[in-house]
């Protein structure tokens, strides 16, 4: 069974930083393709930073880039987010993904497995 399992967020003042992580139960990891949403109260889930199966390619929203870094360590099972420079419309829940593909992604049909997600609050 596949499970991914998000760590790290919580409360940080604006301008403050947090480290995502997510670990895969995903059986072959590295030919996965990667990525990390957010959705925020009363707004549709949206894309925030995706990386492929090598780790050769990323891609970021455009309201994250600049501060927003998304990696991973296939020996691990495991793709971090680190969030530097939050703001408060960075608040969410973060959600890690899993896309087959093993391409960067940017739109939710194309993950296959996601995780139950991670509180980020970002005070001002």
């Known amino acids: 069974q596949v499970q991914l399992v998000e760590s790290g967020g919580g409360l940080v003042q604006a301008g403050g930083s947090l480290r995502l992580s997510c670990a895969a139960s995903?059986?072959?990891?590295?030919?996965?393709?990667m990525g990390w949403f957010r959705q925020a109260p009363g707004k549709e889930r949206e894309f925030v930073a995706a990386?492929?199966?090598?780790?050769?390619?990323?891609r970021y929203a455009d309201s994250v880039k600049g501060r927003f870094a998304i990696s991973r360590e296939n020996a691990k099972n495991t793709v971090y987010l680190q969030m530097n420079s939050l703001k408060p419309e960075d608040t969410a829940v973060y959600y890690c993904?899993?896309?087959?593909?093993?391409?960067?992604?940017?739109?939710?049909?194309?993950?296959?497995?996601w995780g139950q997600g991670t509180q980020v609050t970002v005070s001002s």
């Open positions: 990386i492929s199966w090598s780790g050769g390619s990323t």
């Open positions: 995903l059986r072959i990891f590295s030919s996965y393709g």
């Open positions: 993904a899993a896309s087959r593909s093993g391409v960067v992604g940017t739109t939710v049909g194309l993950y296959a497995y």
